[in-house]
Every structure is written in C-alpha cells, then in structure tokens.
C-alpha cells in the first residue's frame, strides 16, 4: 500500500508542477507538461513490478501509437479558444476528437499489423 501510494505522490506532484509553473511561464508548462514523464514513470513502475522486457516493449509500443490520434486535441483546443469557445466545451470537443481517433486506432492498427 505504501508503494502505491508513492506513485500517486510522485505521480501528483508532477501534475501540480506544471499546473504551477504554467501559471507564470505558459510556453515552459507546456514543454514540462509534453516531456514524456507520466509515460517513463509508467515504464520504471511497470519495470519495477514485472521485470518483463516483452511486456515492457509492448507497453512503449502502445504509448507510442497512442501519443498520435491525442496531439489533434492540442490543436483543436487552441483554435477553439481563439474563437470564443469557452473553455469547457473546448476541452469536451478536443477529448471527443481524441476518444474518436483513439478508436480509429484500435480499428485501425491492427489491420496494419499494430498490436494495441
């Protein structure tokens, strides 16, 4: 319990950091939140527990065919904040894009030999 419950410390404090520092820097926010942090902890968390190489290669394979349908999300937001959507909605219309191509991908990687 103990373990688990210093990943999601550790986990927590990432996400608070970028929250914090794009409060004064927006453009370094941005570049700390798109570092692969949350992916690389996943892996030393997932390493940690299983020690599985395959599964482990599986693991950053899927992360990284499944980093490409969510970056339309941080195009869309931006556009439609500057053209007055509001926030909210904003957010809402970028994650449908993105669980839209998240299932495009499923339906589509596996025709291309992708295992996802």
Known sequence: MTYLILKALLSGVLIAAVSEVSKRFPGLGGLIASLPLVSVLGMIW???????PA????HATGTFW??????????LIPI???????????LAAGCALTMLLYLAMVWIGPRFGLRL
């Open 46 to 52: 997932l390493w940690r527990d299983t020690a599985d």
């Open 55 to 58: 599964r482990l290669a599986d």
């Open 66 to 75: 499944f980093v490409l349908p969510s970056l339309p999300m941080f195009l």
């Open 80 to 90: 439609l904040l500057k053209r007055g959507v509001a926030f909210w909605p904003a």
